[in-house]
T-cell receptor, first 112, second 114 residues
Framework: GQSLEQPSEVTAVEGAIVQINCTYQ??????LSWYQQHDGGAPTFLSY????GLEETGRFSSFLSRSDSYGYLLLQELQMKDSASYFC?????????????FGRGTSLIVHP | EAGVVQSPRYKIIEKKQPVAFWCNPI?????LYWYRQNLGQGPELLIR????????DSQLPKDRFSAERLKGVDSTLKIQPAELGDSAVYLC????????????FGPGTRLTVL
């Protein structure tokens, strides 16, 4: 099976930088994705890492270390609208197909 | 471009009743997913379609859940009979054939079973 661990809640102030960690245990690993979900809304895709290293997209960056089964999402210049839940998700092989598995999510609370 | 469309947005039923959810994916997306999301949890995959073929349904409770995607476009997820524990948000997502790791989610159907 697959399992992912991420903190349940993170708080930060506007303008700050915050890092949300994700560790995973899986076989047949393809890559790690990050999604944002506001209360009552649909998850929206933020980033995907298949190879080790840092991927930057505007204020958001995502990092992956395959050897450590670890990744993180880095949010810079935090804004109030960044308050949401953030999910890491692994894409892993399963019986000739693949199953996307999501973590339980990290609730980010941004204070003014 | 229209996003993933789901209906209904909300559904309240009594236990043992049947219920169905409908999803229309983004045009050209041949991969379609159904997820269940419980409060405070991440989405849990129920079934994945490649065109009209269900390629991964290992996590679908087949005693009461069924799904179909007859023409490889729209899809329907059914529960019969519903149980109290089925209360959750049912999300549909789709992805294009050239980029399967980015999923586009619909707004979901919030099901309440009384």
């Amino acid at each position: 099976g697959q399992s992912l661990e991420q903190p349940s809640e993170v708080t930060a102030v506007e303008g700050a930088i915050v890092q949300i960690n994700c560790t995973y245990q899986t076989s047949g690993f393809y890559g790690l994705s990050w999604y944002q979900q506001h209360d009552g809304g649909a998850p929206t895709f933020l980033s995907y890492n298949a190879l080790d290293g840092l991927e930057e997209t505007g204020r958001f960056s995502s990092f992956l270390s395959r050897s450590d089964s670890y990744g993180y999402l880095l949010l810079q210049e935090l804004q109030m609208k960044d308050s949401a839940s953030y999910f890491c998700a692994v894409k892993a092989a399963s019986g000739g197909s693949y199953i996307p598995t999501f973590g339980r999510g990290t609730s980010l609370i941004v204070h003014p | 471009e229209a996003g993933v469309v789901q209906s209904p947005r909300y559904k309240i039923i009594e236990k043992k009743q049947p219920v169905a959810f409908w999803c229309n994916p983004i045009s050209g997306h041949n991969t379609l997913y159904w997820y269940r999301q419980n409060l405070g949890q991440g989405p849990e995959l129920l079934i994945r379609y490649e065109n009209e073929e269900a390629v991964d349904d290992s996590q679908l409770p087949k005693d009461r859940f069924s799904a179909e995607r007859l023409k490889g476009v729209d899809s329907t997820l059914k529960i019969q009979p519903a149980e109290l524990g089925d209360s959750a948000v049912y999300l549909c997502a789709s992805s294009p054939p050239w980029d399967s790791h980015e999923q586009f989610f619909g707004p979901g159907t919030r099901l309440t079973v009384l």
